[in-house]
């Protein structure tokens, strides 16, 4: 047989975990709500059933509702699922049981998972799951989703379940407090129009649901049934909470086994919350997110990153490229075929390839800060400050996401329920730099700045950050679409998780592949292609030794010259980026089957041209895959004002980090540097009196807390 079966749950109580335990999958495990924004489904076949598992967008309750918590309150409503796998956290219960309810007042067959028990164990308790099964009347399962083994009981009471299926409605007592049998009756017909059950439609009515109120478009009797009850939504809150307190009452008991249980999990025992006093701490918040950052920089481009690469590159030279040409040249092929075979596509495909060590070191950091939960911190604390530029902690996730790939990042911004947050979030990630940047980055540093490579290419990605954040204040400030103005959400912490080796492995895995497979791809395909119109010109054809003009160059050379303010106004730097629009490796791998970096950046400061040349990557157009990304999310008109603001910004940037580098060049430092300073004191300046002006009073401009105008007078002497 097959079946359907839905994981519901409240955000952050481990549905995707579980989902990947059931499915086998590698699907993002986040720390906080939002991370799952498309729904995604797969199959596993037991006993020779196929269930087809879908893990849904986490949601508080079903009346609702941001846009994300719509998706997954639809699908239930739909019920379209054979089962629903009710996920809770035993930590959280109380809360959690109001969505279990909900559901089971909807009638859905529910099996429970209680997830998190690992951390019960640890604190030798131990829930008494049979009381659960009988005060909600479904089936029980407690679960560790982050350790393997748990799943497979659950999956066997899931079967059991789906084979017998039993009459669905538990009748559940609370609900004989509530007036439902008069809204019923008035409403049945209705009810059964739209495919619900009665009772169920007159306790939604009862709490006000919008979308059952708007189907169901109560008419003037009805609703006169509905106001001489008066307002209930109160009155249906209370009582299911009252009936979770009953229940919840006695569920968690001291257990004289936990010590025995406890030692299965204790080696990844992590009491770490003294570290929250550092980690959040006013002052020191900033500096130790500084430090890790720089740490995990350093690590992954100084020291390892480089060695791995050095190795890669070695291999690939002697084991590959030399016997390759040696071979060609000995069996007689034409020059344009070793050149191809050669330059195009091992030195190109393979200068990218190289830079798979320094990806996996990046998302293994990445990963260990994100499983224990460091990077909700860092959302958590800088909430305030992105709230100051109109965005949220919140934003900061999918920021951060955005410099493993623009192109998904974009997608999880759909968590947001705040719309033109929503709209500045997606707009400013292309900004973060992306893991397609870092191989451009490392092969130009590495030419014109070795000692310095892994600072440069940490102030890259600051200056991504940066850009993107300056730009979230100028939009705050002037732009009026996208000023969100004062927005109230909630985030929730969640405790310091120990990262699973599994888990991190999952991610590097996962990562890793998604790069080889993209340079044995795109990037091959790209690099033929931009090597043969780099090689070719329509009237010469291959242009090695006969001077004539390739069709690249042709092409370059008209764009090239609104460039040369730039620093690189020359046609193999152009058609590099524009290549690069496809994809943003394609940029150095373009660079390399042209003749290598120093090939393009030649002139009289050729390291400046190169950091220009960096900048204006960072910043230029991503991928056409973001803007592919942005035109779903936010419509054709907004992708293409990303895309004018972000060809503006590179090329301002761009042009500010040459002409402030070739004054300095010409021994203008001092001047130069005077110059920034004056000009960073005098926007503090401004910015301290704006706000002093906001703060003091308006009549008197003295700090006297906002006087009233009666007071005017007063103050005025
Ligand atoms: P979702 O929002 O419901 O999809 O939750 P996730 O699957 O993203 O998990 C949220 C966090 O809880 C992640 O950091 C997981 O590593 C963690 N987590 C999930 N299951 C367990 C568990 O059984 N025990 C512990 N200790 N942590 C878990
Ligand atoms: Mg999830």
Redesign the pocket.
């Known amino acids: 047989m097959n079946y359907t079966v839905s994981?519901v749950?409240?955000?952050?109580?481990?549905?995707?975990?579980?989902?990947?335990r059931i499915t086998k999958s590698c699907?993002?495990?986040?720390?906080?709500?939002g991370?799952?924004v498309e729904r995604i489904g797969k199959k596993v076949t037991i006993e020779g059933d196929t269930l087809f598992v879908t893990?849904l967008?986490?949601l508080y309750s079903l009346s609702v509702c941001s846009p994300e918590e719509g998706i997954a309150r639809d699908e239930i409503l739909k019920k379209s699922s054979d089962l629903v796998i009710n996920?809770c956290?035993v930590g959280n219960l109380s809360r959690n049981l109001y969505l279990t309810l909900q559901l089971l007042e909807l009638g859905v067959p529910v099996v429970l998972a209680v997830?998190?028990?690992?951390?019960l164990y640890k604190r030798g308790q131990k829930l008494d799951c049979a009381k659960l099964e009988k005060a909600l009347g479904v089936p029980v399962v407690p679960?560790?989703?982050?350790?393997k083994g748990?799943e497979k009981e659950l999956l066997r009471v899931c079967l059991q379940k789906l084979r017998n299926p039993v009459a669905a409605y538990v009748r559940l007592p609370y609900t004989d407090k509530l007036p439902i049998a008069r809204v019923a009756a008035a409403m049945e017909d209705k009810a059964k129009k739209a495919g619900w059950d009665a009772r169920w439609a007159a306790i939604k009515l009862l709490e006000n649901d919008s979308f059952v109120c708007e189907t169901l478009m109560p008419d003037e009797r009805e609703r006169n049934v509905l106001s001489a009850l008066g307002d209930m939504q109160a009155r249906v809150a209370q009582v299911r909470y009252e009936y979770i307190d009953t229940i919840a009452d006695g569920l968690i008991l001291p257990d004289p086994a936990a010590k025995r249980r406890k030692r299965k999990?204790s080696d990844?025992g992590f009491a770490l919350s003294g570290l929250d006093k550092i980690v959040l701490n006013k002052y020191l918040a900033f500096p130790v997110f500084l430090l890790v950052m720089a740490a995990v920089f350093f690590i992954t481009f100084g020291i390892a990153g480089n060695f791995f690469t050095w190795l890669l590159e070695l291999g690939i030279d002697k084991l590959l490229y030399a016997p390759l040409v040696g071979w060609l040249t000995k069996i007689g092929c034409p020059a344009w075929i070793i050149g191809l075979v050669g330059d195009g596509i091992v030195h190109g495909v393979g200068g990218i390839f190289v830079f798979l060590p320094q990806v996996v070191l990046l998302f293994f950091f990445l990963a260990l800060l994100?499983?224990s939960?460091y990077i909700s911190r860092v959302a958590f604390m800088t909430d305030g400050f992105f709230r100051k530029i109109g965005l949220c902690g919140r934003s900061a996730f999918t920021l951060l996401m955005g410099f493993g790939c623009s192109a998904t990042a974009v997608l999880t911004a759909r968590g947001l329920d705040d719309e033109v947050m929503r709209r500045k979030t997606v707009l400013l990630t292309p900004f973060m730099s992306c893991s397609a940047r870092l191989p451009v980055y490392a092969a130009i540093a590495s030419a014109f700045f070795a000692q310095g490579k892994p600072f440069l290419i940490f102030g890259m990605y600051v200056l991504g950050a940066a850009v993107a954040i300056g730009l979230a204040a100028l939009f705050e400030k002037c732009v009026k679409p996208l000023k969100s103005g004062k927005l109230s959400f909630i985030m929730e912490m969640?405790?310091y998780?120990?990262?699973?080796f599994e888990?991190v492995w999952q991610i590097i895995r996962h990562n890793a592949k998604v790069f080889i497979v993209r340079v044995g791809t795109v990037i091959f395909a790209l690099n033929v292609i931009v090597w043969m119109l780099a090689n070719f010109s329509l009237t010469t054809g291959y242009t090695a030794g006969n001077g004539g003009k390739s069709i690249l160059e042709t092409l370059g050379m008209l764009i090239a010259p609104v460039f040369k303010p730039l620093g690189f106004g020359n046609w193999k730097a152009v058609s590099a980026l524009l290549s690069g629009l496809v994809a943003k490796e394609a940029v150095i791998s373009s660079v390399e089957s042209m003749g290598g970096v120093s090939a393009i950046f030649t002139g009289a400061h050729p390291a400046l041209s190169a950091l220009a040349f960096m900048a204006f990557t960072l910043l230029y157009v991503p991928c056409v895959a973001t803007l592919g990304a942005i035109k779903k999310e936010l419509g054709a008109k907004w992708m293409l004002f990303g895309l004018i603001m972000q060809l503006f910004t590179a090329y301002a940037v761009s042009l500010i980090v040459y002409t402030v580098g070739l004054a300095i060049c010409a021994g203008k430092g001092i001047v130069v540097g005077v110059g920034i300073v004056a000009l960073i004191a005098l926007m503090c300046t401004v910015a301290l009196l704006r706000t002093k002006k906001k703060k003091g009073c308006a009549h008197c401009l003295r700090n006297c807390n906002g006087c009233a105008k009666t007071k005017k007078e007063e103050h005025a002497g």
Request: proline share 10%; charged share 25%.
């Open positions: 994981l749950g409240n955000p952050n109580v481990g549905k995707t975990s579980l989902y990947n699907e993002h495990v986040g720390n906080w709500h991370v799952t893990d967008p986490g996920v956290e997830n998190m028990m690992d951390e679960v560790s989703a982050k350790y748990d999990h990844n994100e499983d939960g969640p405790p998780r120990f990262p699973t888990r």
